[in-house]
């Protein structure tokens, strides 16, 4: 039943009721069409913003990744650089040394044998000095540590 009908409109009046009901309907119709459309573009919307982070996060990944292999590529031609430093200069692989190689190469992709066995000699000077220098205060300087010794000679580790 329609609106016109309940209200026993007749005649002109009924028409103009008829009409104006099928026209809120067709709007109502059309209403929720565009509503659904709306929804279905702001999935899609939403669909496509996923799909950019999710991208960005695996371009995140790949250049993490990327940049970690770097690093542990840079690591091992720094070990094996250090080594065959050692090696050359007759020195034997350890703390001191190899540190004493390490922060020369970080400096200086060029270093010599003979540079690295002087600066071992200056560094096994220092800190003779600095364990003379405990023993003459009878305990009251600092016994002389390793890193220290390094960090005042080639200063403080990068």
Request: proline share 5%.
């Amino acid at each position: 039943m329609t609106r016109a009908a309940d209200e026993g409109c007749k005649g002109p009046d009924a028409i103009r009721t008829l009409v104006a009901e099928v026209a809120a309907g067709t709007r109502y119709e059309e209403a929720r069409a565009a509503q659904a459309r709306g929804a279905e573009y702001g999935r899609e919307l939403a669909l496509r913003r996923w799909e950019r982070e999710r991208d960005r996060e695996r371009k995140r990944e790949r250049a993490r990744a990327k940049a970690a292999e770097e690093a542990a590529r840079r690591t091992q031609a720094l070990e094996e650089n250090v080594h065959r430093l050692l090696a050359d200069a007759g020195l034997t692989p350890g703390p001191p040394g190899t540190t004493i190689a390490e922060l020369l190469i970080a400096r200086d992709k060029k270093v010599s044998a003979h540079r690295l066995r002087t600066a071992v000699e200056a560094y096994e000077r220092a800190y003779e000095r600095r364990e003379q220098r405990h023993r003459d205060s009878g305990g009251s300087a600092p016994w002389p540590t390793p890193d220290e010794v390094i960090s005042s000679l080639f200063g403080p580790r990068a």
